[in-house]
């Protein structure tokens, strides 16, 4: 059973989406306790997988389950894990739990919300898992088009129009530019052994590196792609806007989840496989990531709805994600994997917060807003802890991973003769402690504080009233989504000694030396 817990964790939501287009739509208990079944089970394989014994192997590839598809052009259904996506996985499932716990807002067509949000989940996790090209990019693309229906069809906002536009022209656009990058990589392997496997392309490529000129031409086309798709500046106009016109469950998922994708195939695909482009290119990423922690942190200050503040603090941690992939370092690479892992908590939360504020105010106004702590005192607790994790505030996880990312980042590979622009990383301390701080502590000020308008007085706290017999329900998601944060705040080793041994063998792979495969890695393959 152990070695399909992969494949169990990515079809649950899948199968359970199936199913639901069999029950009818007046049957709505059924379809929401159907959706939160199956992420629900999804979100306990990934825990099981989470703590799995890797010291067998490891850093090898862990519970890979491969089945042979179509040979003749070396695609095949392959998943597995490794320190680079474990974090991911359960972060991804859990997340989804959390999403369809808190989709109690969506009032019209039910039916057709949650097979579209159980198909993103199941995309999601599909992506992160996959060992093979063809299905790392379907299972993205499997999980990024219920996004854009589901902006357009339960979106809120007079911009509802706008963002669904403008977010699958930068998006459509980002996956285009990430599909021709990787259908390039492909060709560049000789005729007869043309594999999509990721595995054999990083074992071929690191025996037989790639030619310079190829690195030079496709390392781009993967760094723009993906990084479109990461909200990296100056393309990232789209996220605050989406996530802001979003429905609370769809900005959970994409915000918190989805759009570590492209970081994801950077560090899993384009670091290893194109390790010269990539070091002529770290000066420009760590330049770039600037605009994302400052510039957008500056844009952030200016907010005075919750949602487009939320958007663009989201837009601005990605900037210490590209930062530590900059520092091209063993302490800066396995710190973005971490602040991946809390962000995607952090994003979460922040969604769900913000959703349940809308949902008894009627507004996300800051303005309008104040003393909402005395009358949702858990919610207000909750948001308080929200925006200390976005602060960076020890005790979280997002703080581990950030500090990670400046440490490296401190003496890492963009340096010109030999001096390190440290002015970079210099900027980016003050764009997390003081602006970041700034705009995260104004917004608490304005929503929790002061006097309590009449218009707010009667508003409900998360569990004020019982839900099918239980008052704690409504608080699970939020409590599970601070949980995590907490956990891996206080104990980061449970990710770090996952991550450390994966971002070793990845950074020999960049600086050229021979990659050893673990004998002891289980794997089932099957033929169809």
């Not at 059924?30 to 079944?37: D, F, G, H, K, T």
């Not at 290893?272 to 420009?284: D, G, K, T, V």
């Not at 500056?298 to 900037?319: E, F």
């Not at 600086?511 to 169809?528: D, L, M, N, R, Y």
């Amino acid at each position: 059973m152990t070695k399909y817990i992969l494949t169990y964790i990515i079809c649950c939501p899948l199968l359970a989406a199936l199913i639901l287009l069999f029950i009818p739509r007046n049957f709505r208990f059924v379809i929401r306790n159907l959706a939160l079944l199956a992420t629900a089970i999804s979100a306990l394989f990934a825990l099981k997988m989470f703590f799995f014994d890797f010291t067998t192997g490891f850093p090898g590839r862990q519970l890979q389950h491969k089945v042979e598809w179509i040979g003749s052009l070396g695609i095949n259904y392959h998943v597995a894990v490794d320190g680079l996506n474990v974090g991911l996985i359960l972060m991804g499932a859990i997340v989804a739990f959390a999403a369809a716990a808190v989709s109690r807002e969506i009032n019209k067509y039910e039916k057709e919300f949650y097979v579209l949000l159980l198909v993103m989940t199941g995309g999601i996790l599909g992506a992160f898992a996959s060992y093979d090209l063809f299905f790392f990019y379907f299972f993205h693309e499997l999980a990024l088009v219920p996004t854009f229906i589901m902006i357009g069809l339960w979106g809120r906002g007079e911009n509802k129009n706008y963002a669904t536009f403008q977010i699958t022209i930068y998006l459509s656009l980002g996956a285009l530019l990430a599909l021709v990058g990787l259908i390039a990589l492909y060709l560049q392997l000789p005729p007869d052994s043309r594999t999509f496997n990721i595995a054999e392309l990083t074992n071929y490529f690191s025996k037989n590196p790639m030619n310079v000129n190829a690195q030079n031409l496709i390392f781009p086309l993967l760094l723009f792609g993906f990084g479109i798709l990461v909200s990296l500046w100056p393309f990232h106009t789209w996220a605050p806007l989406g996530y802001g016109s979003a429905p609370t469950a769809t900005a959970m998922l994409h915000a918190g989840v989805l759009k570590k994708f492209g970081l994801y195939g950077l560090i899993r695909i384009a670091l290893p496989l194109m390790p010269e482009a990539a070091q002529s290119w770290l000066h420009i990423i760590a330049v770039l990531c600037l605009g994302n922690i400052v510039y957008v942190g500056w844009v952030a200050m200016r907010q005075r709805d919750l949602n487009m503040l939320i958007g663009n603090s989201s837009v601005a941690h990605m900037g210490f994600c590209f930062l530590g992939i900059a520092s091209l370092s063993l302490i800066g690479i396995t710190g973005t994997v971490v602040v991946m892992v809390a962000h995607g908590f952090l994003a979460a939360l922040s969604f769900a917060l913000s959703g349940y504020i809308r949902e008894q105010t009627n507004t996300l106004d800051m303005n309008k807003m104040s003393g909402l702590l005395r009358p949702m005192p858990f919610v207000g607790a909750t948001l308080v802890m929200a925006a200390m994790a976005g602060c960076g505030l020890p005790g979280f996880a997002n703080f581990a991973g950030e500090m990670m990312v400046l440490f490296g980042s401190w003496k890492g590979a963009f340096h010109t003769s030999g001096a390190a622009i440290n002015w970079i990383v210099v900027a980016a301390v003050w764009g997390a402690l003081v602006i970041g701080a700034l705009y995260m502590l104004r917004a608490v000020r304005n929503i929790l504080h002061g006097p309590v308008s009449a218009e707010f007085a009667n508003v409900k706290d998360a569990g004020s009233r019982s839900i099918h017999g239980f008052a704690w329900w409504p608080k699970l998601p939020y409590v599970l989504l601070v949980g995590a944060l907490l956990l891996f705040g206080f104990a980061p080793r449970l990710l770090t000694d996952k991550i450390k041994p994966s971002v070793d063998v990845l950074l020999d792979t960049a600086f050229g030396k021979p990659i050893q495969e673990s004998a002891t890695a289980q794997v089932a393959v099957e033929k169809p």
